[in-house]
Structure formats: C-alpha cells, structure tokens
C-alpha cells in the first residue's frame, strides 16, 4: 500500500510541477505559408532595434550564425523564420501584440514556411507525392525542415506548449495555389491536423489569413483574394486579413518592407479584438 501511495503522490507532484511550468500568460502562435510568410524583403536598421523582450520566437532549426539553436526561445530580433529569410509579417504582429497587452503577457511566434510551396505541403498525408514535383531549390529548403515542414511545425508546437498556449494560427499563402477552387477545403485539412495532432479546440483558436498582394498594387495574384474570402465560409473561426493598400515590391507578388509592417499590424489589430483588446495602430 504504501508503495502505491508513493506513486500516486509522485504522479501528482509531475502533473502539478507540468502544471506550474505552463505560462498561461505566454501567448503561442503558430506561422506557415509560402514566401510572404517566410519573409521576402530585407531587413532593414528599424526592425532590429527596440524589440521587446516580451516577444519572442521559437527557432525551427539551427542557425549557428544566429547563435540559435533548434527548439529554444529567443527574442523575436529577425529574421523570424529560417536563418538568412527576411522581413515576415509575423514580425510586426508580434511587436503590436505586446504594445498593446498587458504587461504580464508574452508572445511567442513559430514560424514554418517555404517560398514558392503550395498549401499541399502541409497536408501531412499527401505531402511526399507533392514534393516529388517541386524543383531543385524548394527541395533545399524543405530539406531544412528534414523533408517534412508540417511535421517541423508540430514538434516545436509541443515543445511550445509546455511552455506557453497556442492562442491562433497565422497562414500566408495562395499564390502557388491562384485560382485552385479547392484552396479553402485544402487549407482546412491542415488547420483541422493542427487542431487534433495538438489537441486544440477550434473555438478557441483562430485561423487569420492574410490576403496576397491586393489589386490596388498591382498583385499578379491578386484573384487569389476571391477565394481566400470565402476561407469563413469553410473554417468557422476564420479571419481574413486584409492587404488593401499593404505596399509591394517591384515584382508585384511580395509586400515590401513597409507592406509587411502594416499586414503584420493587421493580423495583430484582428487578434487583439479576438482576445478582447484594442489595437492601438493608426496605420
């Protein structure tokens, strides 16, 4: 007998020091996309400077250049997905959300995205066949992620949760995937993964999508934004965020430095009013 109260008081002490370890004031979201999510301009003086500590991001994958390592916190200075990306706009996202939370709260950022993939690469039952059909160069960056980026973004989404709580999900991504009717259904696919394979409930954590670059800059993919409105329609707790007037680069398919910023800000200033605050950008 005494045994087995040993081992129930012992059980008990791990679950209460798990407990303890969680911060519920640590708020985890999760990235992924394509290259306007893996960040495509450059970084520029402004965006290393004066990043709150209160931010933070989980690096996917050694950076030794960074003096990163895999799997480990570190404040969100950019870049913000793999080791040499660019301005992304969970970079902006993060910086709104603590500016505009109380000071108790953290934010942390897990960023997985690949340029030029569409969503099928996330899709972790159908991905191998997908990417039988990529070129050479994608290949080298999925190969980053040991071949499985889905795969990537859940391992560092469990080891966020013993750390924090996964509040939403930010997705960019679309232009590899313009005018594919079943983007939305595609999309759903990995969003309802996400919520089984991390046991969350979709109620409680959003899905913002960002549109691609907006007709009104000129955006070759700009018809894509037809289709990721509807994005609702298929995913209840779905927000579409919004790029009208996000500046671009001279390629029209990239926001520029100052494009990210703002689209950054908007998915902040539509989380903020999912978790009850108010942004206070007057961009």
């Avoid at 989980?58 to 960074?66: G, I, R, S």
Wanted: aromatic letters at 8%; one cysteine or more; hydrophobic letters at 40%.
């Amino acid at each position: 007998m005494k045994k087995k109260k040993l081992a129930v008081v012992a059980m008990l002490c791990f679950f209460a020091l798990n407990a303890f370890s969680q911060d519920k004031n640590f708020y985890i979201f999760l990235c992924f996309g394509q290259s306007n999510m893996e960040g495509n301009a450059k970084i520029e003086p402004q965006d290393t400077v004066n990043v709150n500590p209160r931010f933070q991001v989980m690096e996917a994958l050694d950076c030794p250049t960074l003096n990163r390592t895999k799997g480990n916190w570190y404040t969100a200075t950019p870049p913000l997905c793999r080791c040499k990306t660019g301005l992304t706009p969970a970079d902006y996202f993060g910086r709104e959300l603590v500016a505009n939370l109380p000071e108790k709260v953290r934010v942390g950022v897990i960023n997985v995205a690949v340029g030029g993939c569409k969503v099928e690469l996330f899709d972790k039952d159908h991905y191998e066949s997908y990417v039988t059909t990529v070129p050479g160069w994608m290949k080298n960056f999925i190969k980053e992620y040991d071949g499985n980026p889905y795969a990537r973004l859940v391992e560092m989404a469990k080891l966020a949760q013993k750390d924090g709580v996964i509040k939403g999900i930010l997705l960019h991504q679309g232009e590899s995937n313009t005018n594919d009717t079943l983007w939305t259904k595609k999309v759903k696919v990995v969003y309802d993964n996400l919520m089984n394979d991390l046991d969350l409930k979709p109620k409680k954590v959003p899905l913002l999508a960002g549109e691609t670059v907006n007709a009104d800059q000129g955006g070759i993919c700009a018809s894509m934004n037809n289709i990721i409105a509807t994005l609702p329609q298929t995913i209840k707790n779905a927000h579409v965020i919004s790029s009208a007037g996000c500046t671009d680069s001279a390629d029209n398919l990239h926001f520029n430095a100052a494009g990210y910023r703002e689209l950054g800000k908007r998915y902040a200033t539509q989380m903020l009013s999912l978790l009850g605050y108010k942004s206070s950008a007057t961009n």
